[in-house]
T-cell receptor, first 115, second 111 residues
């Protein structure tokens, strides 16, 4: 398995501001992903974080709103830009571990509330 | 597009077996997963199965896959109060893909 940490664990932000969430994995990683879990809902894939190149976004998500960086194999950031109350969600980082059997592990999530 | 369906609630008596069901639409789904989410907690990977398998057992957990019907189930034997959680079914086509999740099944344990 792998230990995935996220910072911050939670935040309360004002409308119009931006928040950057960090994700660190303690193992060698092949793939990293970002998901959103809106209140009482399931998880939705936002994007695949690609090392050294632009992230691959799912339908309905765009780089200007959710810029993602992955400067090395085990670290990624997700920024939620120009926030509105509709962005209030849990944001989760996940990773597939090198040498594994395609298990995908999740971080504890960042609970974001936008006022 | 891909779609994963689960019933929203399942209520079982403590000590009985729980069977949580999931259907998916994409016949190309190769990897199928079960995750557990306890209140206020993150997602815990419980088990997974590849599409070339019909069954996988891991202690109290048994996963059954019916590829013809695109149906996946998770059986929890001897259900305990600590099993109370939301259980998510998820699938992906390729190892490099992100996951498509069902809406989750709330497992409620009756004493």
């Amino acid at each position: 398995s792998a230990v995935i940490s996220q910072k911050p664990s939670r935040d309360i932000c004002q409308r119009g501001t931006s928040l950057t969430i960090q994700c660190q994995v303690d193992s060698q990683v092949t793939m990293m992903f970002w998901y959103r879990q809106q209140p009482g809902q399931s998880l939705t894939l936002i994007a695949t974080a690609n090392q050294g190149s632009e992230a691959t976004y799912e339908s309905g998500f765009v780089i200007d709103k959710f810029p993602i960086s992955r400067p090395n194999l085990t670290f990624s950031t997700l920024t939620v830009s120009n926030m509105s109350p509709e962005d209030s969600s849990i944001y989760l980082c996940s990773a597939r571990i090198a040498g594994g059997n395609n298990e995908q592990f999740f971080g504890p999530g960042t609970r974001l509330t936008v006022l | 597009g891909e779609d994963v369906e689960q019933s929203l609630f399942l209520s079982v008596r403590e000590g009985d077996s729980s069977v949580i069901n999931c259907t998916y639409t994409d016949s190309s789904s190769t990897y199928l997963y079960w995750y557990k989410q306890e209140p206020g907690a993150g997602l815990q990977l419980l088990t997974y199965i590849f599409s070339n398998m019909d069954m996988k057992q891991d202690q109290r957990l048994t996963v059954l896959l019916n590829k013809k019907d695109k149906h996946l189930s998770l059986r929890i034997a001897d259900t305990q109060t600590g099993d109370s959680a939301i259980y998510f079914c998820a699938e992906s086509m390729r190892g490099a893909d992100g996951l498509t999740f069902g809406k989750g099944t709330h497992l409620i344990i009756q004493p």
